[in-house]
């Protein structure tokens, strides 16, 4: 499967895409390129708001706050 094609200017990516976190990764295989892909709530937000949401927003629309 592709790559996302938001996955350059991703603020999640990022910031989360080296960790080793088995819960960031497991959002960046699903989301950033795996099946959930047209699931992303970051991209929902930005078609939305017009600008991509905070670096934080994980790819489900949770804030990640545990890992600042």
């Not at 350059?8 to 099946?35: E, N, T, W």
């Not at 992303?40 to 990640?64: S, T, V, W």
Request: proline share 4%.
């Amino acid at each position: 499967m592709a790559e996302c094609e938001k996955l350059p200017q991703c603020g999640f990516h990022q910031k989360y895409g080296s960790s080793r976190d088995i819960l960031c990764k497991g959002f960046l295989a699903m989301y950033c390129r795996g099946v959930k892909m047209s699931d992303c709530a970051r991209k929902k937000y930005f078609a939305e708001h017009g600008q991509a949401p905070i670096d934080e927003m994980a790819p489900n629309g949770y804030i990640l706050t545990f890992f600042a």
